[in-house]
């Protein structure tokens, strides 16, 4: 008998049943929609992350303080017994060959004050490289120079948001005077804006030089190093060459550590990946409930079903006709589930990138196949053990049930 | 002489039940050729049943042997016995055995499906079966839709559609009312008569018996009597 013959007879008994079909069919649906929803988020906020990242800037290294020789991108530790200085960061300037740009990040927070408002914003004190290293744009005037920085000037560059608040629709902020912690800094330029990473307003950041930074926040370090390389195959060679210069500068102590982007990267991508599986792993348990359904209700029918196991067996149906009749009618009812599930989650996909544009939210040709293969595996899965049962039957006996 | 439809020496079937063993048959000696018409009788609890599935392919026997058309059960596999019951045999059971949501001619068609026959072929023949039964006109009504005898009609249909040697029609009128049982046993005679069809009916049932040409009678697992009927009128 052909396989044509099975699925045909499959859909004569689902179209006997239907609403018992649908109700079947259910528990695949929803497992494969899970499924699909979770693991398609999960890829689009990993894939939303990484383009972020990409968007800081590229073949950048960061140096922190203290030393770590295991795996993975940790923020600097604040307690390091011997930090960072600008003494490195010229060091990195004047012998780092394969670099192509060092600023210094002296990171902090303070109160901003223009007349009589206030506003809390994270202060980051910089070199004149920082700029085109994080692949900033200016709105208006310019960057913090290396006269800034080399003189402790109170210049400061702010985000969109910050003229927003602070100066509002008035005229121009550049030349104008803010006070930080109540030192007053003149703005010299206004960045581009660039909207939010993360959640984290982008545009609502000050940039002063490094130099007037340790000044505000009385510190002699800086919070860590930003390098770059210059291009993409130089960076493993950049690295090298920042730890012996450093080590070197620094008394042959290497106590600092060299993160690439790259480090960044895969740690983001781990992270999320353990994330997109576990979300998966768990939208598999209703796949699996789905499963134990289709088991169930086709058990239920087979026991139904038994006179007419008997009449077929008895008009020349084979053993294999039986237990495909009921392997084939468990894998179509499972599709159907999973085809259903997977158009609802297209269309939930559809409408969560409607109403998140942000995220690059899609139903990827990986996850469809994903989500035929699962429900024909649990098809098969939950429909072999009924059959097998079907197919056992003695024909006398399936003739004889009552 | 031509091969017997149905040959079977010595034959018996005992069942093991745990430590019980149970001979349903006792050694059957008995030959059917071609394009008779007969009846097996006999209480409950004498073997009729037994030798009815041994004869129908359903079962094997666990001694002596048993030839349909001279084919030998005893060297078949299940799947040879499924096949040989899909073309050999046609059943008619007692209460029906429709499949409930299909059509007669659906229902009719189902052995020619197991026969690997396309779709056309099996339309054509399932409704040349109907007709052969005078249900042309009922061809798309599900069984729900027919009247009991109707509905026996459709199995003889059905049993029919393969052109098997043997018609084996187990208590055929035990689930219809007189007249309407009457109408069976007398469409199995004119298929005997018209068309030559071997007809055998299982029945507890002496008045139905004796309308066929040949009464067997079975008690415990032996053949009692084997008797030719003297006058069949209907």
Same mark, same amino acid.
């Given at each position: 008998?052909?396989?044509?013959?099975?699925?045909?007879?499959?859909?004569?008994?689902?179209?006997?049943?239907?609403?018992?079909?649908?109700?079947?069919?259910?528990?695949?649906?929803?497992?494969?929609?899970?499924?699909?929803?979770?693991?398609?988020?999960?890829?689009?906020?990993?894939?939303?992350?990484?383009?972020?990242?990409?968007?800081?800037?590229?073949?950048?290294?960061?140096?922190?303080?203290?030393?770590?020789?295991?795996?993975?991108?940790?923020?600097?530790?604040?307690?390091?017994?011997?930090?960072?200085?600008?003494?490195?960061?010229?060091?990195?300037?004047?012998?780092?060959?394969?670099?192509?740009?060092?600023?210094?990040?002296?990171?902090?927070?303070?109160?901003?004050?223009?007349?009589?408002?206030?506003?809390?914003?994270?202060?980051?004190?910089?070199?004149?490289?920082?700029?085109?290293?994080?692949?900033?744009?200016?709105?208006?005037?310019?960057?913090?120079?290396?006269?800034?920085?080399?003189?402790?000037?109170?210049?400061?560059?702010?985000?969109?948001?910050?003229?927003?608040?602070?100066?509002?629709?008035?005229?121009?902020?550049?030349?104008?005077?803010?006070?930080?912690?109540?030192?007053?800094?003149?703005?010299?330029?206004?960045?581009?804006?660039?909207?939010?990473?993360?959640?984290?307003?982008?545009?609502?950041?000050?940039?002063?030089?490094?130099?007037?930074?340790?000044?505000?926040?009385?510190?002699?370090?800086?919070?860590?190093?930003?390098?770059?390389?210059?291009?993409?195959?130089?960076?493993?060679?950049?690295?090298?060459?920042?730890?012996?210069?450093?080590?070197?500068?620094?008394?042959?102590?290497?106590?600092?550590?060299?993160?690439?982007?790259?480090?960044?990267?895969?740690?983001?991508?781990? @992270?999320?990946?353990?994330?997109?599986?576990?979300?998966?792993?768990?939208?598999?348990?209703?796949?699996?409930?789905?499963?134990?359904?289709?088991?169930?209700?086709?058990?239920?029918?087979?026991?139904?079903?038994?006179?007419?196991?008997?009449?077929?067996?008895?008009?020349?149906?084979?053993?294999?006709?039986?237990?495909?009749?009921?392997?084939?009618?468990?894998?179509?009812?499972?599709?159907?589930?999973?085809?259903?599930?997977?158009?609802?989650?297209?269309?939930?996909?559809?409408?969560?990138?409607?109403?998140?544009?942000?995220?690059?939210?899609?139903?990827?040709?990986?996850?469809?196949?994903?989500?035929?293969?699962?429900?024909?595996?649990?098809?098969?899965?939950?429909?072999?053990?009924?059959?097998?049962?079907?197919?056992?039957?003695?024909?006398?006996?399936?003739?004889?049930?009552? | 002489?031509?091969?017997?439809? @149905?040959?079977?020496?010595?034959?018996?079937?005992?069942?093991?039940?745990?430590?019980?063993?149970?001979?349903?048959?006792?050694?059957?000696?008995?030959?059917?050729?071609?394009?008779?018409?007969?009846?097996?009788?006999?209480?409950?609890?004498?073997?009729?049943?037994?030798?009815?599935?041994?004869?129908?392919?359903?079962?094997?026997?666990?001694?002596?042997?048993?030839?349909?058309?001279?084919?030998?059960?005893?060297?078949?596999?299940?799947?040879?016995?499924?096949?040989?019951?899909?073309?050999?045999?046609?059943?008619?059971?007692?209460?029906?055995?429709?499949?409930?949501?299909?059509?007669?001619?659906?229902?009719?068609?189902?052995?020619?499906?197991?026969?690997?026959?396309?779709?056309?072929?099996?339309?054509?023949?399932?409704?040349?079966?109907?007709?052969?039964?005078?249900?042309?006109?009922?061809?798309?009504?599900?069984?729900?839709?027919?009247?009991?005898?109707?509905?026996?009609?459709?199995?003889?249909?059905?049993?029919?559609?393969?052109?098997?040697?043997?018609?084996?029609?187990?208590?055929?009128?035990?689930?219809?009312?007189?007249?309407?049982?009457?109408?069976?046993?007398?469409?199995?005679?004119?298929?005997?008569?018209?068309?030559?069809?071997?007809?055998?009916?299982?029945?507890?049932?002496?008045?139905?018996?004796?309308?066929?040409?040949?009464?067997?009678? @079975?008690?415990?697992?032996?053949?009692?009597?084997?008797?030719?009927?003297?006058?069949?009128?209907?």
């Amino acid at each position: 008998m052909s396989l044509f013959e099975h699925l045909s007879i499959a859909f004569d008994s689902i179209r006997a049943n239907p609403v018992r079909t649908f109700l079947t069919t259910l528990g695949v649906l929803i497992g494969v929609f899970s499924v699909i929803l979770l693991v398609g988020l999960g890829d689009a906020v990993r894939a939303y992350v990484l383009e972020t990242f990409a968007g800081v800037g590229s073949n950048l290294l960061q140096i922190n303080a203290g030393r770590q020789e295991t795996r993975g991108f940790r923020p600097s530790s604040g307690t390091t017994k011997n930090k960072l200085t600008m003494r490195d960061v010229e060091v990195l300037e004047r012998r780092g060959f394969m670099l192509d740009g060092v600023s210094p990040i002296v990171l902090g927070s303070g109160e901003l004050r223009v007349a009589e408002l206030r506003r809390n914003v994270i202060v980051i004190g910089v070199g004149p490289r920082y700029v085109d290293l994080r692949n900033l744009e200016m709105g208006r005037g310019r960057f913090i120079d290396e006269d800034d920085v080399d003189h402790f000037r109170r210049s400061v560059v702010i985000g969109q948001t910050i003229v927003q608040e602070l100066f509002g629709d008035k005229a121009s902020p550049l030349g104008q005077t803010i006070y930080i912690a109540s030192t007053p800094f003149r703005v010299v330029g206004v960045t581009k804006k660039k909207g939010k990473t993360f959640g984290f307003d982008m545009d609502d950041l000050a940039f002063v030089p490094a130099t007037s930074a340790q000044d505000l926040f009385d510190v002699e370090t800086v919070t860590h190093i930003l390098a770059r390389a210059k291009d993409r195959n130089t960076v493993d060679p950049a690295i090298a060459e920042v730890k012996d210069v450093l080590a070197d500068a620094r008394g042959g102590e290497a106590d600092f550590t060299v993160f690439s982007q790259d480090d960044m990267m895969d740690m983001v991508n781990n @992270i999320m990946g353990t994330l997109t599986f576990f979300l998966g792993a768990i939208a598999s348990i209703s796949l699996l409930v789905g499963g134990i359904g289709i088991m169930n209700i086709m058990l239920v029918s087979v026991k139904e079903r038994t006179r007419e196991i008997g009449v077929r067996r008895a008009v020349g149906a084979r053993w294999a006709d039986i237990l495909l009749q009921f392997l084939v009618e468990a894998v179509v009812v499972s599709l159907i589930g999973g085809l259903l599930g997977l158009g609802l989650g297209f269309v939930t996909i559809r409408i969560v990138a409607y109403f998140q544009p942000d995220l690059p939210v899609a139903l990827s040709l990986s996850n469809v196949a994903m989500a035929i293969g699962f429900s024909l595996a649990v098809g098969v899965l939950s429909g072999v053990f009924p059959a097998l049962r079907a197919a056992d039957l003695d024909p006398v006996d399936a003739l004889r049930y009552e | 002489m031509s091969t017997p439809v @149905i040959a079977l020496s010595g034959a018996s079937r005992v069942y093991e039940m745990g430590a019980e063993r149970i001979e349903a048959l006792r050694g059957v000696d008995l030959e059917v050729a071609s394009g008779e018409f007969l009846a097996i009788v006999g209480p409950s609890g004498s073997g009729k049943s037994t030798l009815m599935n041994v004869i129908g392919c359903l079962d094997r026997p666990t001694g002596g042997a048993y030839a349909i058309d001279g084919i030998d059960v005893r060297d078949l596999d299940d799947d040879a016995l499924a096949d040989l019951r899909n073309k050999k045999i046609g059943f008619v059971f007692q209460s029906f055995n429709l499949l409930p949501r299909q059509t007669a001619i659906d229902n009719v068609s189902l052995p020619l499906r197991y026969a690997g026959v396309s779709r056309r072929e099996r339309r054509r023949a399932a409704e040349a079966a109907l007709a052969r039964v005078d249900l042309a006109d009922r061809m798309d009504h599900r069984p729900d839709q027919l009247s009991g005898g109707q509905k026996q009609r459709v199995a003889i249909a059905r049993a029919l559609v393969t052109n098997p040697s043997l018609l084996l029609a187990d208590e055929p009128t035990g689930a219809l009312d007189q007249k309407t049982g009457n109408e069976i046993i007398a469409l199995f005679e004119r298929l005997n008569a018209d068309a030559g069809v071997t007809v055998l009916i299982v029945t507890h049932d002496r008045e139905v018996a004796q309308k066929t040409k040949r009464t067997i009678t @079975i008690v415990d697992g032996r053949i009692a009597s084997d008797e030719a009927n003297v006058e069949v009128s209907a």
